[in-house]
């Protein structure tokens, strides 16, 4: 068997096929990238229709002679049409996981979905599967490659936080901000507010996009000398003096959710950040760090710290509060 023809999960069915058919060996194991992904998708049709093994005896007899299109139809129970195999053709060399072909399906038996794939030179399985997942017309409003990039969850977080933040914020100001190209058409996202989501962009983009939004009001305005970090900017600046990883994506994603607030201290100086309980909705002191991260004396701690536990803001670990466990330290 040559190792070109590897088929993954789909590897031992493949060897069954030859079994059943001898014609089935040059066929598949001599097969070029492109009708691997067929004869993958044609055997997670199966599967998808109760794997039954008298039923891949069929399959073995038709997968090499049968015409492609009839094949589709009697496997996943629709015509797929014209521009079959250009399509798969397109697809990244590698076989896909079991999700990956239930997603071609999908696309395959939707003209609107084939459409947005049509300026994709080589479709990745992730912008396969955004395209037949319901997040189709975020990929018709931005666009394939801008959603692929960020994620639908993270870009609709995007939009809707600025356009909440800046009302009227035009999608033009945000592309030219994540250096995407724009188009007329691309409405300003409405959508869920996300939790949780995770960028390699992320951070470089939000950054780019929010280093002067204001996060939300902190739970105390601080005195003089305590001083609540009120936007991204002035976190990266501080960041900076201190040589820590305050301007990191997970600082910034507590703080803008209101999860988190830190605070500059002047007396060390130092960087106090407070972690709200999700479950109760009070606040309380998780890590008090000074330059690089080192731990401020007692003495020198000591005011500071009354001064929020006289706001009513009590020092605890964040892995004591099951609600905030979660947190990384900076």
């Known amino acids: ?36 992904h067929f004869v993958a998708l044609i055997l997670r049709g199966w599967e998808a229709r109760g794997a039954d093994r008298g039923e891949l005896q069929t399959v073995a007899r038709g997968i090499h002679c049968e015409k492609r299109g009839a094949l589709v139809a009697r496997w996943w129970g629709f015509d797929p049409g014209r521009g079959l195999m250009r399509l798969i053709a397109r697809l990244q060399g590698r076989t896909l996981a079991r999700k990956g072909y239930d997603a071609l399906a999908v696309v395959l038996a939707d003209p609107a ?17 955004l395209v037949a997942s ?14 692929a990039a960020f994620g639908p969850t993270l870009l609709i977080y995007i939009i809707e936080g600025l356009n909440r933040r800046e009302p009227g914020i035009t999608p033009r100001k945000v592309l030219d901000a994540l250096r995407l190209p724009y188009r007329d058409d691309i409405p300003v996202a409405a959508g869920l507010m996300a939790d949780t989501f995770r960028s390699a962009r992320a951070g470089e983009a939000l950054l780019g996009l ?65 972690l709200r309980d999700r479950l109760a909705g009070w606040w309380f002191i998780d890590e008090v760090k000074g330059p690089r991260n080192k731990n401020p004396s007692a003495r020198v701690a000591s005011a500071t ?18 609600w905030c466990s979660g947190h990384v330290g900076f």
């Open 1 to 36: 068997m040559n190792s070109t023809g590897s088929y993954g999960w789909a590897q031992p069915l493949v060897a069954e096929l030859a079994d059943l058919d001898h014609a089935n060996v040059a066929f598949c194991f001599k097969a070029d990238a492109c009708t691997r």
């Open 134 to 147: 319901g997040d189709a017309s975020l990929v018709k409003a931005w666009g394939l490659e801008t959603v």
């Open 113 to 129: 979905r084939r459409e947005m794939l049509k300026g994709a030179r080589v479709i990745a399985a992730r912008q396969l599967e």
């Open 305 to 322: 710290l009354a001064a929020f536990a006289d706001a009513r803001f009590p020092r605890l670990p964040a892995n004591s509060v099951p």
């Open 210 to 274: 929010l280093d002067r939004t204001p996060f939300p009001d902190p739970p105390w305005a601080g005195t003089p000398m305590i001083r609540p970090i009120r936007d991204a900017k002035t976190m990266q600046a501080v960041a900076l003096q201190f040589g820590n990883c305050l301007g990191t994506e997970d600082m910034l994603w507590q703080a803008l959710r209101g999860d988190a607030v830190f605070y500059v201290c002047d007396t060390g100086p130092f960087v106090v950040r407070l």
